[in-house]
């Protein structure tokens, strides 16, 4: 919560309360206390509408918590606490959890006080109820309905749609079937677990599951997202008499089906000028290195670490980042990019890494270029730049650092210091003689034997025959190229796919063609993911297999180029 929030709220309770919070998590931060964290399930919810508080803290606090604060705007429903500790790597953790739920007692930006533990104390926190009448479309005349909402419903191509769906119980039901939710050319993703809460419409009681997702439309256009159908067991009462070997309940079968609702997909805006596409709520771009660049050695590798971490987008969005070309007295060996996802209740998060080892071959300075990458922001509708700055990397050769040579100190002269030189008669040198000569013809022997067996190896190593075995995975590899070879020259789509499906599940051991264009490099993924909707996209053209072979290639020859580097550099790497 920021301060200007906290000031604000401090209109609606008074001056004397809004000093009251203000101290005490002054107080609780100048403690050096336990950390106690709270958080909500949902945010904003409706007015008689019951969500969870979630207080967390990393150690037990100093007492039980006091939870008397929160009954001046808020009833306590339900509450109850849990405590967890995990070992991981040599350290332990602990984790104590209160888990509240609650109902709002009016509408408005409700402040969540600080609640002590004792001698610790919570954060504050805010939550914003909105009014009941929001809920006035709906049919409160139904025993059970759903209700799906979708946010924003005009957005930009691939840019990401909140998809909401409440369905709402207030009879028992069992057998429940819920179809997933279907929208043409996009990426549906679903987001975090389901909610449950109990909610008021028009003073009937409810039930309520709450389920979301992610869009992302992948065309422009109007496109509709179909109804949701929900088949289930509804249990009623048998009031007919009564029959002690039959239970006293009965079940019904109800459908119910929930609106359609349609996008208008904005296409790419004329103002982005770059040419790769990505639209997000949130850009971290930064970048990490292994050494000190202002003192590297020449021949020696530093390895400089690229990151990008998109809210709002899926990976495939993510473009290279790797784009700058370096020094030709710097050699550049790029890693294998790192692609991760994470579904949160707030969004699809992206993240996408690149490691490059850079070796300098020659002593002095060198500039990188800064990295820019454009991205249009979906909160502000305008266009912003993520980018690392401009780097000077400084190399020394090795041989100026050396140590210089230490000579021997020589030995004064004095008149005291002498040294008598061994005296050796005539018989004493015959018989060293002799044992020289005799050492010299057993040397003479052994050296021919050696090499007859030489000449003996080799003359049997060339009438042997050679054999070379191929296992079944690397002819099934060959093939697999040879296959895609011929495809993309006969501009065969169906035929492609199956050559890639073939080397993917040989190669990174997955079974489409998204998931292998996550492991190429970026022209080959684009080519990829373009077979891809050609495939399945609702508008089919005409493919052409020019391009894919083309980088397709190219993918194998940095990748072998790539394992000799590895080989040849690999105690370099080994840290």
């Known amino acids: ?51 969870q508080l979630i207080f967390t803290a990393a150690q037990s606090p100093d007492d039980d918590p006091d939870f008397g604060p929160l009954e001046k705007d808020f009833s306590i429903l339900n509450q109850n606490n849990s405590t967890s500790s995990s070992w991981v790597n040599g350290k332990s953790s602990k984790t104590v959890q209160w888990v509240l739920s609650v109902m709002a007692k009016r509408v408005g930006s ?48 691939q840019s990401q749609v909140f998809y909401t769906l409440k369905l709402y119980t207030k009879v028992n039901i069992s057998q429940a079937r819920l179809n997933e939710p279907e929208l043409s050319d996009a990426v549906i993703e679903r987001l975090g677990e389901d909610s449950n809460y109990n909610t008021q419409i028009d003073g009937v009681d409810y039930s309520v599951t709450e389920r979301k997702y992610a869009f992302f439309p992948q065309k422009s256009g109007k496109l509709t997202i179909k109804p949701l159908v929900l088949t289930a067991e509804v249990l009623v009462n048998n009031a007919q008499g009564f029959n002690p070997f039959f239970n006293s309940q009965m079940s019904k079968t109800k459908r119910v089906e929930s609106k359609a609702i349609t996008l208008d997909v904005k296409p790419v805006p004329a103002e982005f000028k770059s040419q790769h596409w990505l639209s997000a709520e949130q850009v971290i771009f930064k970048q990490e290195w292994s050494g000190d660049i202002a003192q590297l050695k020449v021949g020696e590798p530093i390895t400089r670490t690229l990151s990008l971490v998109a809210k709002g987008t ?25 692609l991760q996802e994470q579904k949160k209740v707030e969004g699809l998060y992206a993240f996408r890494e690149e490691k490059i080892a850079l070796i300098p071959s020659k002593a002095g300075s060198y500039k990188l270029p800064a990295i820019e990458i454009p991205w249009f922001n979906t909160q502000t509708q305008k266009m912003e730049i993520a980018k690392v700055p401009e780097v000077t990397l400084s190399s020394v050769s090795t041989a100026t650092q050396a140590e210089p040579e230490v000579k021997p100190t020589p030995i004064p002269n004095t008149p005291t210091a002498s040294v008598e030189t061994p005296k050796t008669d005539s018989a004493t040198l015959g018989e060293n003689y002799q044992q020289t000569k005799v050492w010299l013809w057993v040397s003479v022997f052994l050296a021919v034997g050696w090499l007859t067996t030489i000449v003996v190896f080799l ?103 790539k394992e000799a580097v590895d080989k040849s550099l690999e105690p370099l790497y080994k840290l």
């Not at 909500?40 to 409706?46: F, T, W």
């Not at 790797?322 to 990019?337: G, L, S, V």
């Open 1 to 51: 919560m920021t301060i200007k929030q906290l000031f604000r709220s401090g209109q609606q309770f008074g001056l004397f309360t809004s000093l009251v919070l203000l101290l005490m998590v002054w107080g609780c931060q100048t403690a050096n206390a336990t950390d106690i964290r709270v958080s909500i399930d949902r945010n904003p919810v409706n007015v008689n509408e019951s969500f």
């Open 110 to 157: 409700l402040i969540i006080p600080p609640i002590k533990f004792g001698k610790d104390v919570s954060q504050a926190s805010s939550i914003l109820v909105a009014d009941q009448a929001a809920k006035n479309g709906l049919d409160t005349h139904e025993d059970l309905f759903i209700d799906v909402e979708a946010t924003p419903q005009n957005p930009y191509i």
């Open 314 to 338: 899926t990976v495939g969005q993510l473009p290279e980042l790797n784009t700058t070309e370096t020094n030709a007295q710097i050699k550049a060996y790029p890693d294998q990019p790192v």
């Open 459 to 561: 003359r049997k190593r060339k009438t042997a025959k050679v054999v070379v075995v191929e296992d079944e995975a690397e002819i099934s590899l060959k093939a697999a190229i040879k296959n895609l070879k011929q495809a993309c020259a006969e501009n065969d789509a169906i035929a492609a796919k199956e050559a890639l499906l073939i080397w993917g599940k040989q190669k990174f051991e997955v079974n489409n063609l998204g998931s292998i264009a996550g492991f190429c490099e970026a022209r080959l993924r684009d080519e990829i993911l373009l077979l891809n909707q050609t495939l399945y996209g609702k508008e089919s053209s005409q493919w052409q297999g020019k391009k894919l072979f083309q980088a397709f290639t190219e993918n194998k020859a940095r990748g072998a180029i």
